[in-house]
């Protein structure tokens, strides 16, 4: 093999390499774009439901009918909650009456269960990893864990109405950290 040979070679399997390293490093690229582009919708669906959150006339007239009805409820609600000469079992089953007083005769109950369809859907697109994890925490965890903190007698009402220990349970069990016992000490 002489010397114009060997550099032919060489030049053939330098090329070869260079090639499959180019395909690699295309590749490598590649893969970070999609997962750029997969974070990026991510963000996007999860910015899709801030936008409903914010402007469903529906979903927005029935989170101001329940902060209204609550902001006129709340001198009796924090009656029950500083009696002192209450037992918890006690207090429990008078801020379950309570609230469900409220629902009844401020006819809530659609938008009660308008608002936790809604964080249901928010929490499946959050444990199935379609929407940024992120973005909902912040804009979400703190009003749905809220009204579920606030509501929880009416979903109780409605698992002993409905005859169905799992309803809104997503919300629940993601909202209230022991919600296992959340309905046992309540007479709905």
């Known amino acids: 093999m002489n ?12 090329g070869t390499w260079l090639a499959a390293i180019t395909v690699v490093i295309g590749a490598m690229f590649g893969l970070y774009e999609y997962i750029e582009h997969k974070e990026n919708l991510k963000v ?13 006339e529906y979903l927005v007239k029935a989170r101001l009918d329940i902060s209204k009805v609550m902001e006129e409820s709340l001198p009796a609600i924090y009656e029950i ?7 918890s079992a006690q207090l429990a089953e008078a801020y379950h009456l309570e609230i469900m007083k409220i629902i009844e ?9 308008q608002v936790f369809t ?8 959050r444990n199935m990893a379609l929407c940024d994890e992120t973005v909902l925490k912040n804009f979400f965890d703190n009003d749905a864990g809220t009204y579920t903190r606030s509501f929880y007698p009416y979903i109780c009402t409605l698992r002993k109405k409905w005859n169905n220990p799992t309803v ?4 629940v069990s993601f909202y209230i950290e022991s919600s296992e016992e959340l309905c046992l000490t309540v007479k709905a």
């Open 3 to 14: 010397n114009f040979d060997r550099k032919l070679q060489f030049a053939e399997v330098l």
């Open 44 to 56: 996007d669906r999860a910015f899709e439901f801030v936008t409903s959150y914010q402007s469903n």
């Open 81 to 87: 909650l500083k009696n002192p000469k209450l037992t």
């Open 105 to 113: 005769q401020s006819k809530l109950s659609s938008s009660i269960e």
């Open 118 to 125: 809604f964080y249901e859907q928010v929490i499946l697109c």
């Open 168 to 171: 809104y349970e997503r919300v």
